[in-house]
């Protein structure tokens, strides 16, 4: 009889070391976080109001999650 488990999805490494599921396992509502672009080198050049606004993760756009979601493997 053959087994009829689902496929499991594989993460994407890549993805995985970009991006944080935030909210509880109980929790409903799940967001993921991602790291500001442009903070690396090069910083002087930028003004220090951009690189306040840059302090800390970000939630990345309802646009995106979808295709983030699908590469951590959460839906």
């Known amino acids: 009889m053959p ?3 689902a496929n499991k999805q594989k993460t994407v490494s890549g993805a995985a070391k970009r991006f944080r ?3 509880g396992s109980g ?3 799940k967001k993921i976080r991602r790291r500001a672009a442009f903070r690396s080198h090069n910083l002087g050049k ?3 109001k951009r690189l306040d606004q840059k302090i800390g993760g970000k939630v990345v756009s309802d646009v995106d999650m979808q295709r983030v979601k699908k ?3 959460e839906g």
């Open 46 to 48: 930028q003004e220090r």
């Open 21 to 23: 599921v935030s909210g």
């Open 27 to 29: 929790s409903s509502v």
């Open 71 to 73: 590469m951590l493997a």
């Open 3 to 5: 087994n009829k488990a």
